[in-house]
């Protein structure tokens, strides 16, 4: 990641409830996500712009989107916060919790809750709205040519419903002040005739977290905030990225020491729909958000890095790839681990 590269948040009003199909469906349901891809909130902005200049070139138009990237928008009752309420896979989570369990649950060799003396089970990663959303249902008729309801023609969609209050915040990087402004109308994800409105409220510049590495060896955790893509020298799908990536990533020179200690990943696909070909894109092999990797990185002098990259891996212009960086917490250290099992 190139230290220029600038940082904005971008906060959103959704004035309508919001349909993010996820996968292809049966024929009767339609399933929403929890918030809204990066590339589609990309896409959005960008079709906007094309409307808003009919008559520009191509090439403009690539030059102008070519560096940009968004991080998943998701609904936050604080518009100046937009890490997702997850539980990240290197944590466990209680499978029959009561009262006083931690929802944030415990580091990942802890196999048992001292709270309820109950089993843990990984943590799926998934992403709690209950705070700041709500996913609702409409059940909805097939009418025939005299608009009579038609035998076993019911549909279902589910659709994100923000709270009073409450906000889409995404990040974005790259040069975004020509693609996205405060007041700004969008149509978010499917069915956008009748639902998806969403309005741009605030565009802030943000500074880049850094981390401080003396010389040495250090004890670091890597958390997805988005899925991440990544390949061997090969071009096979794998679970992790690779050394260079990270390096790539982060700014750091060639020859400094990068290894993955652990990984927790669950893997997932990478694709979306091309609204302009009315055409899917591309599906990759992927591993989901909330993914972490613990690493040891060693430097050879005193070295700052940026804390929050977009682009570890590939596809990252389609949100792929956005990842935070921080000091191993000290419930997660190797030496926490009794009798020195490794999960």
């Not at 940082?7 to 929403?32: C, I, K, M, N, P």
């Not at 916060?81 to 990240?88: D, E, K, Q």
């Not at 090969?234 to 390096?247: E, N, S």
Request: net charge negative; proline share 6%; hydrophobic share 40%.
């Amino acid at each position: 990641m190139s230290s220029d590269i600038a940082l904005h948040r971008v906060v959103l009003r959704a004035d309508q409830a919001l349909h993010l199909g996820e996968g292809r469906g049966s024929g009767f349901s339609r399933v929403t996500r929890h918030h809204v891809p990066g590339a589609t909130l990309r896409g959005a902005l960008c079709a906007l712009w094309w409307r808003e200049h009919p008559s520009a070139d191509q090439g403009d138009f690539d030059a102008l989107i070519a560096a940009v990237s968004f991080s998943d928008a998701v609904p936050s009752r604080s518009a100046a916060s937009m890490r997702p309420a997850a539980v990240a896979l290197d944590r466990r989570l209680c499978k029959r919790p009561v009262v006083g369990c931690p929802g944030g649950g415990h580091p990942w060799h802890t196999k048992q809750c001292p709270t309820c003396a109950g089993p843990t089970e990984p943590s799926k990663g998934e992403r709690d709205v209950r705070s700041a959303a709500e996913v609702i249902t409409a059940t909805r008729v097939g009418l025939t040519a005299s608009e009579q309801a038609e035998d076993k023609h019911l549909y279902e969609r589910q659709g994100l419903l923000l709270d009073e209050g409450a906000h889409l915040v995404a990040m974005a990087a790259g040069d975004v002040g020509s693609l996205v402004s405060a007041g700004q109308v969008l149509r978010l994800g499917a069915a956008s005739s009748v639902a998806g409105r969403a309005t741009v409220t605030e565009v802030a510049a943000q500074p880049t977290p850094e981390v401080s590495l003396a010389a040495g060896a250090h004890a670091l955790r890597l958390e997805l905030l988005t899925p991440g893509v990544y390949v061997d020298d090969f071009g096979f799908a794998v679970d992790r990225p690779t050394c260079d990536d990270i390096r790539w990533a982060f700014g750091l020179a060639d020859d400094t020491r990068v290894a993955i200690d652990r990984a927790f990943t669950r893997w997932t696909t990478a694709s979306g729909w091309h609204s302009m070909a009315n055409r899917p894109k591309p599906e990759d092999a992927a591993v989901i958000a909330h993914s972490c990797f613990h690493l040891t990185l060693e430097v050879t002098h005193d070295l700052i890095v940026p804390a929050l990259v977009h682009d570890l891996g590939i596809r990252t212009t389609e949100s792929c790839g956005w990842a935070l960086l921080e000091r191993l917490p000290a419930d997660l250290e190797p030496q926490s681990v009794e009798g020195g099992h490794d999960a």
